[in-house]
C-alpha cells in the first residue's frame, strides 16, 4: 500500500529538507553589501565556507533519509509512526543546531550587521508539518486495522 497519501506527505519531507540542505538560510549584510550567506554546509561564499557547519548539514541529512526511508516501512505502521516521530525531533535538532551556529557566528562580528531570512529557512518548518501530517495519517491506518482485527 505504497499509494497512501502518507507516502506523499513523507515524500514532500524528504524533498524539503533535501533542498534546505543546499539552499541558503540566511543573508549577513554588513554595510549595505552582501557579505555572507549562511548555508547549511557552511557560512561564507557561496560554496567556499570560512565558517564549517557541520551539525546543521548532519541534521538536514538525517531527517530527509529517515522521511524517504519511510515510505517503504508500510507494512511496520508502529516502526513507521516512531520513525516518523525521530524524523520530527530531527527537523527540530536542525533548526536548534542552525539557532546555535547563527548566535555563535554573529557574536563573533564587531561591525553593524543586517540578517535577511532567505527561503531555505521555510523548508523545514514545511518538512515539519508534512511529516507531522504523515504522521497523524499512519496512526489513523494503525487504528482503522485493529478496529478490523477485533471484527473478525
Known amino acids: 500500500m505504497i499509494q497512501r497519501i502518507q507516502t506523499i506527505f513523507l515524500l514532500l519531507t524528504a524533498i524539503f529538507m533535501a533542498s534546505a540542505v543546499f539552499c541558503p538560510l540566511f543573508e549577513i549584510v554588513e554595510g549595505g553589501k552582501l557579505a555572507l550567506t549562511f548555508h547549511s554546509f557552511g557560512i561564507g561564499k557561496m560554496f567556499n565556507a570560512e565558517y564549517p557547519t557541520w551539525g546543521i548539514l548532519t541534521f538536514g541529512i538525517i531527517s530527509s533519509l529517515l522521511a524517504f526511508i519511510n515510505i517503504f516501512l508500510f507494512k511496520k505502521r508502529k516502526l513507521q509512526i516512531n520513525i516518523a516521530l525521530i524524523t520530527a525531533l530531527s527537523i527540530v535538532v536542525y533548526f536548534i543546531a542552525t539557532l546555535v551556529y547563527l548566535n555563535a557566528y554573529l557574536s563573533k562580528l564587531e561591525s ?10 521555510i523548508l523545514p518548518v514545511l518538512a515539519l508539518i508534512f511529516d507531522l501530517l504523515a504522521m497523524t ?3 489513523k491506518d494503525e487504528k482503522l486495522v485493529k478496529s478490523l482485527d477485533r471484527i473478525r
Not at 553593524?112 to 529557512?121: A, K, M, P, T, V
Open 112 to 121: 553593524d550587521y543586517n540578517l535577511n531570512i532567505q527561503f531555505g529557512i
Open 137 to 139: 495519517r499512519i496512526k
